[in-house]
């Protein structure tokens, strides 16, 4: 049975540690965590059909193709599959993922606890495209085609329904995948904060991201050195990381 085996996900995280002559510095730590397919869950966020920055969507459209694969082989373990297009639930709203959302009885998730917010690595107050688009306007309409939507899936853009999804489908770890990591994967109301805040254990896919970065600005890197800038940021702060490798086997 799909249930009954195990995804042994390798999480990363960064440990703040002293070298032998005392001095701080950041130690990369992983830890296989061994958890049932049948209670992890992918969270897909944003993945949306088109952007305002035409780089961001390219990178968009590449991340998509590969996502489908994963979440595929995932699906077939038993691994729950979330899609969280925002602002996208008018074009979805008599899908049957949906419909299956809305009928899962709500839950209140727990008071939400206290957090160090620090600020991100990268500046990206003038909107993170690298492509010269000034933000912002509503480019999109619904999830990329790209990536299917299966027969047990759901979908939603809200946390209180993806909330009251977790623990109606007894989910041990949430992995969430999508864009960008910077702004929608950390703030959503179904992003890494809120669900840091409210005691569920996430990961994020650090192979299946995106920053919204222009390296003009600081810390004046490239487009990829500022995403890994931000995925360590998370790993130091937030919650580990995952490679998706980790979601499409199971023993």
Same mark, same amino acid.
């Given at each position: ?8 996900? @390798? ?13 701080? /510095? ?23 059909? @088109?952007?305002?920055?035409?780089? =961001?969507?390219?990178?968009? &459209?590449?991340? =998509?193709?590969?996502? @489908? ?16 297009? *925002?602002? !996208? ?39 993170? *495209? ?32 993806? /909330? ?16 960008? !990591? ?22 994020? &896919?650090?192979?299946?991201?995106? !920053?919204? /970065? @222009?390296?003009?600005?600081?810390? /004046? ?26 979601? &499409?086997? &199971?023993?």
């Amino acid at each position: 049975m799909a249930d009954a085996r195990q995804l042994t996900l @390798n999480l990363r995280t960064q440990r703040l540690s002293r070298d032998s002559a005392n001095r701080a /510095y950041w130690d990369t730590v992983v830890s296989p965590k061994s958890v049932p397919a049948g209670r992890t869950a992918i969270l897909i966020c944003d993945v949306w059909d @088109n952007h305002w920055s035409r780089g =961001a969507a390219e990178r968009c &459209a590449e991340i =998509a193709a590969r996502m @489908n694969d994963v979440v595929t082989a995932a699906r077939g373990l038993g691994v729950s599959i979330i899609h969280a297009p *925002s602002d !996208t639930m008018d074009f979805y709203v008599d899908h049957p993922a949906r419909r299956r959302m809305l009928a899962i009885p709500a839950v209140s998730p727990l008071e939400s606890a206290d957090h160090a917010d620090p600020p991100l690595p990268i500046d990206d107050s003038d909107g993170g *495209s690298d492509t010269g688009e000034k933000p912002w306007h509503k480019a999109w309409s619904r999830q990329h085609p790209a990536i299917e939507i299966g027969d047990q899936d759901v979908i939603s853009d809200r946390g209180q329904e993806v /909330y009251s999804f977790l623990r109606h489908r007894d989910i041990a770890q949430v992995v969430i995948m999508g864009v960008h !990591t910077n702004m929608c994967i950390l703030h959503r109301s179904f992003g890494i904060k809120q669900m840091v805040r409210w005691g569920v254990e996430i990961a994020l &896919a650090r192979d299946l991201t995106d !920053t919204m /970065y @222009n390296p003009a600005m600081r810390p /004046y890197l490239s487009h990829d050195e500022g995403t890994r800038l931000v995925i360590e940021f998370i790993e130091k702060l937030w919650c580990p990381t995952v490679s998706s490798e980790d979601l &499409a086997k &199971a023993r």
